[in-house]
């Protein structure tokens, strides 16, 4: 069975920390992508990586950045979080060819800033 | 551009009764549709995708859709609603042969189901 494993479910940290959410994928698919869901808003992208050190900002990468070092994972870098930045964190995976635009996403790791 | 509408953010059903989940797409080129489900604390998943084989797409759980291009709408319906639908899904929109950066998610629907 084809799976995406986020570490954290559920982490609480302060303002000002750096945070870590770190995403691993065993299906060998050379997209991965983090995504932020919030109510109403649907999920939004915010960043991309389609190969191993390769990576594209999505829609809302302000105050993230990434990391691939690996192909099979994929981490979401909080340099200093901010309250704004508490949310729904999902990870997700996809092939690069054929490219059918199906994802395979992660369980979430809800972040909570305080 | 492309777009993606999910009219209804809540939409309630007695169990037992037809559920209509609707999905409103605007896309430049013949798209790729998708509906995924996610249920309470997890991530998402598949339920359906057109790709541009038949226009009535058939997926998990007795769901289906029915990809209308002169309505642009791939709504999603299941014939009777089960305790265990209840859910939020995500309709969403893919260029054909756009990376895969380019997929545009609706805001969602929260489905509940009354006993």
């Known amino acids: 069975d084809v799976k995406v494993t986020q570490s954290s479910r559920y982490l609480v940290k302060r303002t000002g920390e750096k945070v870590f959410l770190e995403c691993v994928q065993d299906?060998?698919?050379?997209?991965m992508f983090w995504y932020r869901q919030d109510p109403g808003l649907g999920l939004r992208l915010i960043y991309f990586s389609y190969d191993v050190k390769m990576k594209e900002k999505g829609d809302i990468p302000e105050g993230y950045s990434v990391s691939r070092e690996k192909k099979e994972r994929f981490s979401l870098i909080l340099e200093s979080a901010s309250t704004n930045q508490t949310s729904m964190y999902l990870c997700?995976?996809?092939?690069?060819?054929?490219?059918?635009?199906?994802?395979?996403f992660g369980e979430g790791s809800r972040l909570t800033v305080l | 551009a492309q777009s993606v509408t999910q009219l209804g953010s809540h939409v309630s059903v007695s169990e037992g009764a037809l559920v209509l989940l609707r999905c409103n797409y605007s896309?430049?080129?013949?798209?790729?549709l998708f509906w995924y489900v996610q249920y309470p604390n997890q991530g998402l998943q598949l339920l359906l995708k057109?790709?541009?084989?038949?226009?009535l797409v058939k997926g998990i759980n007795g769901f289906e859709a029915e990809f209308k291009k002169s309505e642009t709408s791939f709504h999603l319906t299941k014939p009777s609603a089960h305790m265990s639908d209840a859910a939020e899904y995500f309709c969403?929109?893919?260029?054909?042969?756009?990376?895969?950066?380019?997929?545009?998610f609706g805001s969602g629907t929260r489905l509940s189901i009354r006993p």
């Open positions: 969403a929109v893919s260029d054909r042969g756009s990376s895969a950066s380019k997929i545009i």
């Open positions: 896309s430049s080129v013949p798209p790729y």
């Open positions: 997700a995976s996809s092939l690069l060819a054929p490219n059918t635009g199906e994802l395979f």
């Open positions: 299906m060998d698919h050379e997209n």
């Open positions: 057109y790709t541009s084989a038949a226009t």
